[in-house]
């Protein structure tokens, strides 16, 4: 009797799910305490709440960085299931899995419906990675972007699934956008306009098995994916502009009249250093005729330098030498080098040096003064017994005799940050602290007031604050970071806005301004490919004419 009411129940109890409820996962990093939501309905919206009670056993897990998933802990709440998100949570990917029961249809053979669903945190497409975790996700629905269309992928076990049926929902979508997976298990759409949309996908395994002492013939699978989706309103365009000559990392570029620098860096493999991968070279493209790059002067091997133009000079700042041959044990020495490239002579000239060694810093100019944030000081072993820099720099181009001086402490210690001009004010953004890892905190300094105020962080994952770059142009500031996403800040300086993505991934590059309201992407490396010889070119907007 006992099993014949269990099942009579869960057969009274299909109408609901033949309605269209489907398990979904929301991230909501708005509010003041960020939170993730469990909605059971036709899309990522609240439903009636006391269909939460049938699922309130759902499975949740944290996945991205190190480690194995981190499970979630939900509680019920007025209209969702809730859980807080705090620390490294609100910046990662969330997925679910629930077993909703044996349940039999229009007097079909009895079937187990297993639900799945994801939710990524950010519009940033490069951070929309597959999970590939069978025994948690085996269905998947995998975003992705191709000019204007959207590309949904469903992998079943992470293998691509042909004939899968893909239904959205969402803002501009009168009712519904229906389609099947072709071969490579692929269904394009167009997406009317940005927003929260609700993605779902279906497989069904002719599989018989035994739930709770309850006998099913197959299995019906759905999976969600909960996707926060902003149009590219910029992107990367066709330009005739020569490949890098060699692949650098970590080196200082700017632009100068009708001319690209780059100057030092990391030639060698990622996180091996000895002096005959380091860079002592400046490069030029002759922006007038760039049919390739010209090595034009060398000096001091450097790399994690900052490099500056003001008044139509080339500054370099800092940076590290490695005196260690490949193979020996690592001696890496800060440098407290300050110089002016003479173009007549094609000789670096010596300044007044900084206070003490410094690299993995960043600097920009407002009005005639170059400040100077971040970094630390090695002298020997490496990172291992590195100083950190507590100060920041700031040195007068205009003097006849300049001196480095000191300006208000920021209240953090980072390196590998990216700086830049805006509105008179330094924005500083994300870099790898003494203290937590990498971080997509910014702030900003307001030199007429020697203070400094926390600004929005960046969007994406916390590694997407290390190594990024970051150039205004005129009243607009763009930053890009490891993922490939291109960030624009708002002009209220409260939020950052997703509004393009690279072609080619990369960190430890340099975004440098371009005449015509353009920004150059040079050099850098990619974590999957390695080290990014293609340069970018973007097309921007001052945030008088930025769309909104």
């Known amino acids: 009797m006992k099993r014949t009411a269990m099942i009579l129940a869960l057969v009274l109890a299909w109408p609901l799910v033949s309605q269209a409820h489907f398990l979904w996962l929301k991230t909501d990093t708005t509010a003041a305490l960020a939170k993730a939501h469990v909605y059971f309905g036709e899309a990522a919206e609240p439903d009636d709440p006391d269909l939460l009670d049938k699922v309130v056993k759902a499975d949740v897990w944290i996945v991205g960085g190190r480690g194995e998933p981190k499970p979630l802990t ?27 029961g044996v349940l039999t249809k229009g007097g079909a053979e009895p079937f187990l419906l297993q639900y799945y669903a994801k939710s990524y945190p950010f519009p940033l497409t490069g951070t929309w990675k597959a999970v590939k975790d069978s025994e948690r996700l085996p269905l998947e629905v995998v975003p992705s972007v191709d000019g204007s269309t959207v590309v949904f992928q469903v992998l079943w076990k992470g293998q691509p699934q042909a004939d899968s049926t893909v239904t959205i929902v969402g803002p501009g979508i009168e009712s519904k956008i229906e389609g099947t997976t072709n071969a490579a298990g692929e269904f394009r759409t167009e997406l009317p306009r940005g927003g929260l949309f609700s993605i779902r996908a279906k497989h069904t395994e002719e599989r018989a098995g035994e739930l709770n002492q309850q006998a099913y013939k197959s299995v019906r699978s759905y999976s969600t994916l909960t996707l926060h989706y902003e149009p590219r309103q910029l992107a990367p365009t066709a330009h005739a502009f020569p490949e890098l000559p060699k692949g650098i990392t970590s080196f200082g570029g700017a632009v100068v009249g009708n001319a690209v620098f780059a100057y030092g860096g990391n030639y060698g493999s990622a996180h091996e250093y000895a002096n005959e991968d380091q860079s002592g070279d400046l490069w030029k493209l002759d922006l007038q005729s760039p049919s390739q790059w010209e090595k034009i002067a060398t000096g001091p091997k450097l790399q994690g330098l900052a490099m500056i133009e003001h008044g139509g000079k080339l500054y370099r700042i800092g940076g590290f030498t490695a005196t260690n041959k490949a193979g020996e044990k690592e001696d890496l020495r800060s440098q407290a080098d300050f110089a002016r490239f003479d173009a007549a002579t094609n000789q670096w000239v010596d300044l007044p040096k900084l206070p003490e060694g410094r690299s993995s810093h960043d600097a920009a100019v407002v009005g005639d003064t170059v400040y100077v944030v971040g970094g630390w000081n090695m002298q020997g072993a490496g990172g291992s017994t590195a100083k950190w820099h507590t ?17 208000a402490a920021p209240n953090f210690e980072r390196r590998a940050l990216a700086l830049a001009a805006w509105n008179g004010r330094l924005v500083c953004i994300g870099g790898m602290g003494s203290k937590g890892g990498a971080t997509t905190d910014v702030a900003i300094f307001d030199p007429a007031k020697d203070t400094w105020l926390e600004g929005p962080a960046l969007l994406g994952t916390a590694m997407d604050g290390f190594g990024a770059s970051a150039f205004s142009s005129g009243d607009t500031l763009y930053a890009t970071t490891m993922t490939g996403s291109i960030q624009r800040l708002e002009p209220d300086a409260k939020a950052w806005q997703s509004v393009g993505q690279l072609a080619h991934p990369r960190f430890f590059h340099r975004v440098l301004p371009l005449p015509g309201n353009k920004l150059v992407v040079v050099g850098g490396a990619s974590m999957e490919t390695g080290k990014v010889l293609a340069i970018e070119i973007l097309p921007i907007e001052t945030n008088k004419t930025a769309k909104r």
């Open 391 to 407: 100060d920041a720099l700031a040195y007068d181009l205009k003097a006849e005799k300049g001196e480095w001086k000191t300006i």
């Open 74 to 100: 939900f509680t019920k709440g007025n209209y969702s299931l809730e859980a807080p998100l705090e620390g490294a949570a609100r910046q990662s990917t969330l997925i679910l899995r629930h077993s909703y």
